[in-house]
Nanobody, 124 residues
Framework: VQLQASGGGLVQTGDSLRLSCAAS????????MGWFRQAPGKEREFVAA????????YYTDSVEGRFTISRDNAKNTACLQMNSLKPEDTAVYYC??????????????????WGQGTLVTVSS
């Protein structure tokens, strides 16, 4: 089972990026998918999550209104559209799948599968 995150890069303040997460080895169409990020020297933190159907989405306050999480169950993918990027959004971004539904959707421990991360750097 593998989650492959991609789409990171170096951008300027105010720019946009679209991160993608491709799953292989298992279908996650019945599972919640999430995005987390980890800035240098900081703990991994919750960014966004989407229910299996896509009908419910959650965001951390700092990205609400700027980021949009989506999924395509037919393609076994999830995306994170990031607009109006700020330097404080700089981090390695990880996609994750919540299969066992233990713990909270906003906690690292609430997810069972993780991608390798993709680096987003926002310059001022």
């Amino acid at each position: 089972v593998q989650l492959q995150a991609s789409g990171g890069g170096l951008v300027q303040t105010g720019d946009s990026l679209r991160l993608s997460c491709a799953a292989s080895g298992r279908t996650f169409s019945s599972d919640m998918m999430g995005w987390f990020r980890q800035a240098p020297g900081k703990e991994r933190e919750f960014v966004a999550a989407i229910s299996w159907s896509g009908s419910t989405r959650y965001y951390t306050d700092s990205v609400e209104g700027r980021f949009t999480i989506s999924r395509d169950n037919a393609k076994n993918t999830a995306c994170l559209q990031m607009n109006s990027l700020k330097p404080e959004d700089t981090a390695v971004y990880y996609c994750a799948a919540r299969v066992s539904y233990s713990g909270s959707y906003s906690s690292v421990s609430g997810y069972d599968y993780w991608g390798q991360g993709t680096l987003v750097t926002v310059s001022s």
